[in-house]
């Protein structure tokens, strides 16, 4: 069975920073691999979505790799605000499009 | 990308009563939902798989007499809780897509028993 694990469980950060959220995985037969926002109490917001095929994947101020033989993803935020602050999960799809979930990242950003 | 609309955002139950919780897909048509659960500080955790127009197929340790799924068209799945008990409260949401592309959420439904 799949597991996903994130490191770190929490992190804290001041503003302006740059930082580097890690996901790793177990079985490397996987369609892709997603990161997602989630705010407390609220939905997940997709942010990134690399194809197996992919290396790397690029939105704004955020750059996700992946580097599937090791099981392996990072994302990368660049000039961290405020506004980061949030939970987030990186996800991996298997066959039939089914879902694992990381554990979370919690992050705060102080101003 | 598609949307996914989920109701309700929050709802408070007595302990014994149902809940049903509705997830729709508003621009394209969803032949498979998926709904997951989450308790506080832990990840989602899939707990069943809606197929339109078929019975759901439930993760290990999924009561699929308790949560009962329908999803009877290609625009909605909903699961509803049944005989809820305060170990139910949590937070529900669900999620559709193509294979192998973007997965959209609903906004999630928080889910407390008392």
């Known amino acids: 069975k799949q597991e996903v694990t994130q490191i770190p469980a929490a992190l804290s950060v001041p503003e302006g920073e740059n930082l580097v959220l890690n996901c790793s995985f177990t079985d490397s037969a996987i369609y892709n691999l997603q990161w997602f926002r989630q705010d407390p109490g609220k939905g997940l917001t997709s942010l990134l979505l690399i194809q197996s095929s992919q290396r790397e994947q690029t939105s704004g101020r955020l750059n996700a790799s992946l580097d599937k033989s090791s099981g392996r993803s990072t994302l990368y935020i660049a000039a961290s605000q405020p506004g980061d602050s949030a939970t987030y999960l990186c996800?991996?799809?298997?066959?039939?499009?089914?879902?694992?979930f990381g554990t979370g990242t919690s992050l705060t950003v102080i101003p | 990308g598609a949307v996914v609309s989920q109701h309700p955002s929050r709802v408070i139950c007595k302990s014994g009563t149902s809940v049903k919780i509705e997830c729709r897909s508003l621009d394209f048509q969803a032949t498979t939902m998926f709904w997951y659960r989450q308790f506080p500080k832990q990840s989602l955790m899939l707990m069943a798989t809606s197929n339109e127009g078929s019975k759901a197929t439930y993760e290990q340790g999924v009561e699929k007499d308790k949560f009962l799924i329908n999803h009877a068209s290609l625009t909605l799945s909903t699961l509803t809780v049944t005989s809820a008990h305060p170990e139910d409260s949590s937070f529900y949401i669900c999620?559709?897509?193509?294979?192998?592309?973007?997965?959209?959420f609903g906004q999630g439904t928080r889910l407390t028993v008392v």
């Open positions: 996800a991996v799809v298997s066959v039939g499009n089914q879902f694992y």
């Open positions: 999620s559709t897509g193509q294979p192998n592309t973007e997965a959209f």
